[in-house]
């Protein structure tokens, strides 16, 4: 496709590791699906998802995480109605497949078998061209998936839903002046972003989660508020979910509200960001304080309601949790469903027990327990949606100080120890998203956001005495560039584990700020304790 010759050295270096890697055998299911498309994949060794599953009875749909949900349906009715295309030239990728790997699709275990064999059905079914019920299936499938390109960036807002939503558009007959195919291909098109010498295609975008942190960390600094952060929270407030959306099927009775990570996606606001949200409104005072006091006690609401059964907080679901879901062929993206994670609950504690509640409440008392039932053997907690236990570790630890419960106490200085036993000796922490792949901690170059995540957790954990704060607190200072911004070029945000990273640009920026101002705070409340501040501090506040 870019016109390199097979033999071209960078060509064959690519091949040499594709092979290494176990060739396109080890392909994940979209991957394979896709290249069956171009006859480049046998389709008989992808795996099958039939719209069908839009009428099996009990919500099955809804027990799949809302991201597979907006993947899937769409390419239920591309699969159903796409005719193999040979790519033009027949280009062939032969020399790609291992000689010593089978095809067929991956089985992991007894369980994953059955589903395997139920693949099969599939395709038997689909020989059979039942064309009455397959009709009825694609019908409902197109429903779904327009009725939720409404209020919002594309479907579910990110890439891989709205390429395969215009992908069934195409398929369905839609002309490209049709309004709803000729927005898809306005929000495809808007994510990405070039360049004379470069093109990043980017996931989805997080203008809502960006604005939320930094004027967040603003906020900390205790300074007399600016006029921008009006701005913000005015802003914030007129991007409130007031619609239902998929989370409903399990809260049929909760007042809509929370916020999204996008500009618009209507039916999925979710639960970090509205947190986020409800700590930044804390600080920033928007124009009306009436409407910003009923939208925060709407999100308030919303998120008690949105707990699960556990006791913590997923992203977009509750109880999300039907394990055996994660054993059908197409489940291999590592994220077919939506559990509960330390590091959501953390900030949701923090974001609920800064507005007054305690460890008296209920919800409070079960996110809690969760905390501490999740806990690590060696004091730290997993990240979800960050790498890794660092992240865990810091929204755990400021939940746990947030909900100022006794019980805690034991775990908070568990959490404390393990984030000094991973300091880097040059005073900073990082660390590698290999850590996902091996289950611990994998050490690596000290990055601004994972030091501000280290020190948030050590700060909340009342160890701002000891040498690993004052060491991360120079560290950041000494890193500092002349504009007052950090350099990293470690990935530190988490899509899927061991699928896919994502670069937050800006987290190298917010997050250190809001460390050093959780820092001076810290200080001013300290009349006992002092440090000599690096020359770098007045440029940082300024």
């Not at 947190?275 to 006690?297: I, N």
């Not at 939940?399 to 404390?416: C, V």
């Amino acid at each position: 496709m870019t016109g390199l010759d097979v033999d071209d050295e960078r060509m064959k270096r690519a091949r040499s590791l594709i092979l290494k890697m176990g060739g396109i055998q080890a392909c994940n299911s979209y991957t394979r699906i896709n290249l069956s498309m171009f006859e480049l994949f046998p389709r008989k060794f992808s795996p099958t998802i039939p719209p069908e599953i839009l009428l099996i009875p009990g919500n099955v749909l809804y027990e799949m995480s809302s991201w597979t949900r907006t993947i899937i349906v769409p390419l239920s009715i591309v699969q159903a109605l796409w005719s193999n295309r040979p790519t033009p030239g027949n280009l062939r990728i032969d020399e790609l497949f291992h000689p010593r790997r089978r095809l067929a699709l991956h089985r992991r275990d007894r369980i994953a078998n059955v589903f395997v064999q139920a693949d099969k059905l599939f395709k038997r079914w689909e020989r059979q061209n039942v064309k009455k019920i397959r009709g009825r299936a694609i019908r409902e499938a197109e429903r779904w998936m327009i009725s939720r390109l409404y209020h919002s960036d594309g479907l579910g807002a990110i890439y891989p839903s709205i390429m395969y939503s215009i992908m069934a558009m195409d398929l369905l007959g839609y002309e490209r002046d049709q309004p709803d195919l000729a927005q898809a291909i306005r929000d495809f098109d808007g994510l990405m972003i070039e360049s004379d010498d470069r093109l990043i295609f980017q996931p989805c975008k997080s203008p809502v989660w960006d604005t939320a942190i930094a004027t967040f960390a603003i906020g900390e600094l205790g300074l007399p508020q600016p006029a921008p952060l009006t701005r913000a929270a005015d802003w914030l407030l007129d991007k409130e979910i007031r619609r239902k959306g998929d989370w409903a099927e399990k809260r049929l009775d909760l007042t809509p509200s929370g916020w999204v990570f996008e500009f618009a996606n209507q039916f999925y606001p979710d639960i970090d960001d509205t947190a986020m949200v409800l700590l930044t409104l804390l600080h920033a005072k928007a124009s009306d304080p009436a409407r910003q006091a009923q939208a925060e006690k709407r999100a308030v609401n919303w998120l008690l309601g949105m707990q699960s059964t556990d006791g913590g907080w997923a992203a977009f679901d509750v109880d999300n949790n039907w394990q055996l879901l994660n054993q059908v062929p197409f489940a291999d993206h590592n994220a077919m469903l939506d559990p509960t994670c330390p590091d959501i609950t953390g900030r949701v504690l923090e974001a609920l027990c800064r507005r007054g509640f305690n460890a008296t409440h209920p919800a409070i008392e079960r996110g809690i327990q969760y905390l501490l039932a999740c806990q690590q053997p060696n004091g730290s907690w997993f990240g979800r949606w960050g790498v890794n236990y660092v992240y865990g570790t810091f929204l755990a630890l400021r939940g746990l100080n947030a909900a100022q419960s006794p019980a805690a106490a034991e775990a908070i200085t568990r959490g404390e120890r393990w984030l000094r036993e991973v300091q880097n000796p040059d005073g900073g922490w990082g660390e590698s998203c290999l850590g996902y792949s091996t289950g611990q901690f994998e050490r690596t170059s000290s990055t601004p956001t994972q030091t501000a995540w280290a020190l948030l957790g050590l700060i909340a954990s009342g160890a701002i005495r000891g040498n690993a704060v004052a060491d991360g607190v120079r560290w950041l200072c000494d890193h500092q560039l002349p504009d007052g911004t950090w350099e990293e070029n470690i990935t530190t945000g988490t899509g899927f584990p061991q699928v896919f990273y994502i670069r937050y640009d800006l987290y190298r920026n917010y997050f250190p700020l809001l460390a050093l101002a959780a820092y001076t705070r810290q200080l001013q409340s300290s009349s006992a304790y002092s440090i000599e501040w690096p020359q770098a501090q007045p440029a940082l506040l300024a």
